[in-house]
């Protein structure tokens, strides 16, 4: 049973002890993709490959420009559409809800079927967590599989777009986006206001579950000077410590961040109601963030999304 609701969360919570993603091995640099539309002529469609990258499952080599794509990750989805491999994606899992224009199926990242995700004809797999063995199975019949662990870090966030970039023929246009995600990072994070040594909470579920600051979200918030009062639970949990409604009215956060509200319907007013809570300071300041459940719980290039509603909550605080 996966104690978090979210993909993020749920993905990192099985996968945290997997190693990081290596770099891209290219020996040129893919072309852009050609519309969907438009026939690609061979010298132009397989421009730079055969193209190898270092992905979680280990090098993946491709001979050719993949143009049957399936995605069995949210985050994944969202980043081969930003990379403009959208074209080139045909099907995509149940999870994967952005953007709208993604071709969402009854696909599973979590219960793999391996049949149905044959029976697409795909050229290229692209998933976040190696459940069932699917990666194996897939391959006794040839099709490669890139398997993108749940970044546990902005760095490897980076280097798996760039290396989704790299094995869709879609490399400069990753190199864009990483740029552009890296220059707005930066700028967000000198913009916070750090003098007034906010503290706060992240809850990724009512149990309530949160993150501390080893995990990818908790590095988004050290980006701005918070301090986690995760970090002080009696039990770590791998990142993801289950807190009691004690220690957390102890703790006092002066900043709540709530990622469960799409899903459970958690804001201010609920957590009001729970034992020792309506007294919180971020609850009498009005200081309850209310996030997007998926920009909370996914790595790609929203990020910067989750992090601009970050950045405008601790200016709002540090002003008061």
Request: proline letters at 7%; a negative charge.
């Amino acid at each position: 049973m996966r104690p978090v609701r979210t993909v993020f969360a749920g993905a990192l919570l099985g996968t945290l002890v997997l190693a990081g993603c290596g770099q891209t091995g290219t020996t040129a640099s893919p072309a852009a993709s050609a519309p969907a539309s438009a026939p690609a002529s061979p010298a132009s469609s397989d421009t730079g490959f055969p193209v190898t990258v270092e992905a979680g499952n280990g090098k993946v080599t491709l001979a050719k420009k993949p143009e049957r794509i399936v995605s069995l990750s949210a985050t994944h989805t969202e980043t081969l559409f930003a990379i403009g491999a959208g074209p080139q994606v045909i099907a995509v899992d149940d999870q994967s809800n952005f953007p709208p224009e993604a071709p969402k199926t009854d696909l599973s990242g979590f219960k793999p079927n391996v049949e149905a995700i044959i029976a697409q004809k795909p050229d290229l797999v692209v998933l976040s967590d190696d459940l069932d063995k699917v990666v194996a199975e897939l391959g006794k019949v040839n099709v490669p599989v890139l398997l993108q662990p749940a970044a546990t870090k902005l760095d490897e966030a980076y280097e798996e777009i760039t290396e989704l970039g790299a094995a869709t023929g879609n490399k400069a246009k990753a190199d864009e986006v990483v740029s552009g995600m890296k220059s707005a990072m930066a700028k967000l994070a000198a913009e916070a206001p750090k003098d007034k040594q906010l503290t706060y909470y992240h809850e990724l579920d009512q149990t309530p579950y949160a993150a501390t600051s080893q995990t990818f979200i908790g590095q988004v918030y050290g980006m701005f000077g918070l301090t986690n009062i995760a970090d002080k639970a009696p039990d770590a949990a791998g990142g993801y410590p289950k807190l009691s409604a004690e220690f957390v009215a102890q703790a006092d956060p002066q900043l709540i961040f709530l990622a469960d509200v799409k899903c459970c319907q958690q804001n201010k007013d609920t957590l009001a109601k729970r034992p020792g809570w309506k007294n919180l300071s971020a609850i009498k300041n009005d200081q309850v963030i209310l996030l997007d459940d998926d920009l909370a719980s996914r790595w790609g290039p929203r990020v910067v999304q989750l992090a601009e509603s970050i950045g405008a909550a601790v200016s709002k605080a540090g002003a008061s």
